[in-house]
T-cell receptor, first 112, second 112 residues
Framework: GDSVTQMEGPVTLSEEAFLTINCTYT??????LFWYVQYPGEGLQLLLK?????DKGSNKGFEATYRKETTSFHLEKGSVQVSDSAVYFC???????????FGKGTKLTVNP | NAGVTQTPKFQVLKTGQSMTLQCAQD?????MYWYRQDPGMGLRLIYY???????DKGEVPNGYNVSRLNKREFSLRLESAAPSQTSVYFC???????????FGSGTRLTVV
């Protein structure tokens, strides 16, 4: 069935390192794609989104490009900060059932 | 600018007790959702309401009931709590799901 697969964590980086969190999806058609972030003790917040192929979503230094050829939406940041430590969730919109389908989340820890 | 408000934030129940988790949104969103979050399991959809007056089961509805009281409010009820329902519960809403969801800050429930 349709799903979202993201790289398993945890991921541990040093401050100013480059970040990539992989996300691939299976779906019929070209669904909207999202990255959410969950800081410790909080709910999920929308980080960025892309609604069609080749779109690039960006926010707070994070970027992700909708690649239909590889059915991927990888999250990247050029220089992470300690404050980026959180759990990151990839998600896609499932139009038929009208709901978001989430990956299992990737925990990122950034050390000073 | 409250967004999605969940109450209570924390709750401890004994096995067999009942309780209702409350959720309200002030964004005039049409759709509302209840998720549970467990370690290693990501987010799992319990129930959702695509519009006022309608509710539908998600992935893990057993042991729960919901009420879409009006456009603003969507409650989740545990009739007879079990230790397996120990989890963090999140409510979310959306104007149109393909735009993304707004999440509440969660209810941490422990059943002993």
């Amino acid at each position: 069935g349709d799903s979202v697969t993201q790289m398993e964590g945890p991921v541990t980086l040093s401050e100013e390192a480059f970040l990539t969190i992989n996300c691939t999806y299976t779906a019929t058609g070209y669904p909207s794609l999202f990255w959410y972030v969950q800081y410790p003790g909080e709910g999920l917040q929308l980080l960025l989104k892309a609604t069609k192929a080749d779109d690039k979503g960006s926010n707070k230094g994070f970027e992700a490009t909708y690649r239909k050829e590889t059915t991927s939406f990888h999250l990247e940041k050029g220089s992470v900060q300690v404050s980026d430590s959180a759990v990151y969730f990839c998600a896609r919109w499932e139009g038929g059932s009208e709901k978001l389908v989430f990956g299992k989340g990737t925990k990122l820890t950034v050390n000073p | 600018n409250a967004g999605v408000t969940q109450t209570p934030k924390f709750q401890v129940l004994k096995t067999g007790q009942s309780m209702t988790l409350q959720c309200a949104q002030d964004m005039n969103h049409n759709s509302m959702y209840w998720y549970r979050q467990d370690p290693g399991m990501g987010l799992r959809l319990i129930y959702y309401s695509a519009s006022e007056g309608t509710t539908d089961k998600g992935e893990v509805p057993n042991g729960y009931n919901v009420s879409r009281l009006n456009k603003r409010e969507f409650s989740l009820r545990l009739e007879s709590a079990a230790p397996s329902q120990t989890s963090v519960y999140f409510c979310a809403s959306s104007l149109q799901g393909s735009y993304g969801y707004t999440f509440g800050s969660g209810t941490r429930l422990t059943v002993v």
